[in-house]
């Protein structure tokens, strides 16, 4: 079955930076691009960008453009999402999603998330 | 960016009842439009893609519908496990854009 599971809880400091990762099984992960999407406390969902797992182009979102960075390791079917300079208003759950092979960008499974929390 | 304007923004009801949410696109996004359904503490889930194309495994109570931007789901009679939060998605245009939400809670 699909599976995208997700690195554990991180607390990090404000300036510093996190990665997050989503190990992905049960599927030909070359196949489907992931996206990432985050929930701050009390927010709603709010997409961040997404990569092409088999060859690692990237989309992000204007408000994350040069302050995220997204990779892709295709020999351990991992999706990497790394974000710099955190402030406190990036506490969040950050969740990865799997993306359709016809419906691109329509977000079929999604990974358990990762809770950021960022305080001095 | 494309803004997509969920209402109500909650919305108290009982098991058994038939109950629709809409939400309205700024601009032309075509049939792309999905929705997902969110409980705390689990991952969002997928439940309509393509407007009314119903995801695997989710019960046929739920469906969705499109009148020019103007998007709706139903769901056609409440269960316990309904209860929830909705959001709606555009996957048009980058970047993609979600509704604010719907917390439907049980009356």
């Known amino acids: 079955q699909v599976q995208l599971v997700q690195s554990g809880v991180d607390v990090k400091k404000p300036g510093a930076s996190v990665k997050v990762s989503c190990k992905a099984s049960g599927y030909s992960f070359s196949s489907h691009g992931i996206s990432w999407v985050r929930q701050a406390p009390g927010e709603g969902l709010e997409w961040m960008g997404r990569?092409?797992?088999?060859?690692?182009?990237?989309n992000y979102a204007q408000k994350f453009q040069g302050r995220v960075t997204m990779t892709t390791d295709t020999s351990a079917s991992t999706v990497y999402m790394e974000m710099r300079s955190l402030r406190s208003d990036d506490t969040a759950m950050y969740y990865c999603?799997?993306?359709?092979?016809?419906?691109?960008?329509?977000?079929?499974?999604w990974g358990q998330g990762t809770l950021v929390t960022v305080s001095s | 960016d494309i803004q997509m304007t969920q209402s109500p923004s909650s919305l108290s009801a009982s098991v058994g009842d038939r109950v629709t949410i809409t939400c309205r696109a700024s601009q032309g996004i075509s049939r792309f439009l999905a929705w997902y359904q969110h409980k705390p503490g689990e991952a969002p889930k997928s439940l309509i893609f393509?407007?009314?194309s119903l995801q695997s495994g989710v019960p046929s109570r739920f469906s969705g519908s499109r009148s020019g931007t103007d998007f709706t789901l139903t769901i056609s009679s409440l269960q316990p496990e309904d209860f929830a939060t909705y959001y709606c998605q555009q996957y048009n245009t980058y970047p993609i854009t979600f509704g604010q939400g719907t917390r439907l809670e049980i009356k």
């Open positions: 990569i092409t797992t088999y060859n690692g182009d990237t």
């Open positions: 999603a799997r993306e359709t092979e016809l419906e691109v960008l329509f977000l079929d499974f």
């Open positions: 393509a407007t009314s």
